[in-house]
């Protein structure tokens, strides 16, 4: 079982070596020069700020929380030590039949041992971060989840959106298009009516992961990370909003998106590792409420040139959400995926499949390009045979050169979903983008007069290990 709440998270990785602690680091470029530095590593512990010049000593910043296999193990509840595989297996498997739990009501909860309404809410007094020099403000969410219910149903949406803390008592979403949280926040507009909100600035990493990922639609998130938690999630219902908050979050505040009010909203250094949004009006958050337990923790996860913290996980929930819905979609015999950090855990994806008939290879990867976990932001997709490891580079790499005639193997996608965030679609109202779907598998009809590969046997491997693994280096 996974921790429900984030200081039981942040002991654990603590104990596990995947934690340091700054003390006194200033909010316009220390906390977000340190996290830049410690992100460009592919191993590096998260970091806890705190006694931040200017506010009060005990309001602390977490970030980088989730730039490591062992904390996303954990997150989850692996053993901090777990392959990368066993995570990408583990969404696999939860998404393929995810074990949901509903959230449960409760009267009280940590999140409301400070509460302000009215004009005595200050959001300006955490020390949000400046994250990166040319930001445009302060990001008050950058792991923040946004709660929204769909006026229609009783369906309660959560997104991970960018949220901007401008003022005191106004803050900002910016919401990409095609995001379940913009089509909720649409329908109120178009009756004219403001949308109720409710942003979570500080809580346990597995609802950052659900809340960040591709759900399904009308399914809410927090009966996923019920599931990931293995117990039902504690909420309380928002004092202005009635939307449901986790009981034991750190920060939390809720108000209205009025029809037509908007606010001039950044730029922010983005997850693709450019400023590719820009600054623009964005929909204004009133905030009517604001709660926080003593001593909270503000929780950045900061875009950035990959490797990043807002997308590092995403390499295993992805991979592992694309492969359930591969299987769903009907195809045969895939045997691994993997969406590269390099493209920010989503423009670059690699699924390995054992090739049963001609056509198949196509149909994966086609599949693999649309399917909902998959589509956002796509720009390559390369199918590889199962002789290739999808998360080796040099390998697929390889098989690309090797395998791939382009005048067959090579097809464009038109028209895809995109956002504004790709740098390619920037400056765009109707952000689409162009896919290339690769075809890297040793062509169906030449399977039995292909090369033979020039490597050993797994049996002879497995004897050289058994007599020299003495000599050899560690996972040779």
């Keep these: 079982m996974a921790n429900k709440d984030l200081r ?3 002991d654990e990785i603590e104990a596990a070596g995947e934690l340091t602690r700054i003390s006194g ?4 470029k220390e906390i977000g020069g340190i996290v830049d530095l410690l992100m460009r590593k592919m191993t590096n512990p998260a970091v806890l700020f705190d006694a931040v010049p200017g506010f009060d000593a005990n309001y602390r910043v977490l970030a980088n929380i989730l730039c490591s296999t062992p904390r996303v193990n954990l997150a989850v509840g692996l053993p901090a030590e777990a392959p990368p595989i066993d995570l990408v297996q583990y969404w696999r498997r939860y998404m393929a039949d995810p074990p949901l739990v509903a959230p449960k009501p409760v009267n009280g909860g940590p999140v409301l041992e400070n509460l302000a309404e009215g004009e005595a809410v200050n959001l300006e007094k955490f020390p949000t971060p400046r994250w990166h020099e040319l930001d445009g403000g302060y990001y008050i969410g950058t792991a923040a989840m946004v709660v929204m219910k769909d006026p229609d149903s009783d369906w309660i949406n959560c997104g991970i959106y960018r949220v901007q803390s401008h003022d005191a008592r106004t803050a900002s979403v910016m919401i990409s ?21 409710a942003v ?32 039902a999630i504690e909420v309380i219902n928002g004092p202005t909003t009635g939307l449901p908050i986790p009981a034991d979050a750190e920060i939390a505040f ?30 204004a958050i009133r905030v009517t409420t604001l709660m926080h337990r003593n001593d909270p923790i503000l929780v950045g996860a ?35 995926v993997w969406t590269h950090e390099a493209g920010g855990g989503r423009m670059w994806l690699t699924v390995a499949i054992r090739q049963m008939y001609p056509g198949h290879s196509k149909q994966a990867g086609f599949i693999a390009s649309q399917c909902h976990a998959g589509a956002y932001a796509n720009r390559w997709v390369i199918v590889v045979d199962d002789d290739i490891d999808p998360a080796n580079m040099n390998d697929v790499v390889w098989a690309m050169c090797t395998r791939c005639d382009p005048r067959e193997g090579v ?26 779907v690769v075809d890297a598998c040793i062509p169906y009809r030449r399977k039995a007069s292909f090369p033979v590969m020039a490597r050993s046997s797994p049996e002879l491997d497995a004897e050289i290990r058994a007599k020299w693994g003495k000599d050899l280096p560690p996972g040779a």
Excluded at 25 to 28: C, F, L, Q, V
Excluded at 266 to 280: H, I, S
């Design 8 to 10: 039981a998270w942040i």
């Design 25 to 28: 680091a200033e909010r316009e």
């Design 177 to 197: 298009s095609g995001k379940q949280g913009g089509m909720i926040l649409k329908k109120y507009h178009e009756r004219g009516e403001p949308c109720p909100v």
């Design 200 to 231: 979570v600035a500080g809580m346990h990493p597995a609802f950052f992961m659900i809340a960040g990922t591709e759900m399904p639609h009308g399914k809410s998130e927090f009966e996923y990370a019920g599931g990931i938690l293995g117990e």
């Design 254 to 283: 809720e108000g209205l998106i009025h029809p037509g009010d908007t606010v001039l909203e950044g730029p922010l250094g983005e997850w693709t590792g450019y400023y590719a949004g820009g600054a623009n009006q964005e929909p």
């Design 302 to 336: 900061i875009p950035a040139v990959p490797p990043n913290d807002n997308t590092f996980f995403r390499g295993f929930s992805r991979s592992g959400m694309v492969w359930s819905q591969l299987e769903a979609a009907g195809i045969p015999e895939v045997k691994g």
């Design 411 to 436: 097809d464009v996608l038109n028209g895809c979903w995109s956002t504004r965030l790709d740098p390619m679609a920037y400056g765009e109202d109707d952000p689409r983008n162009s896919r290339v």
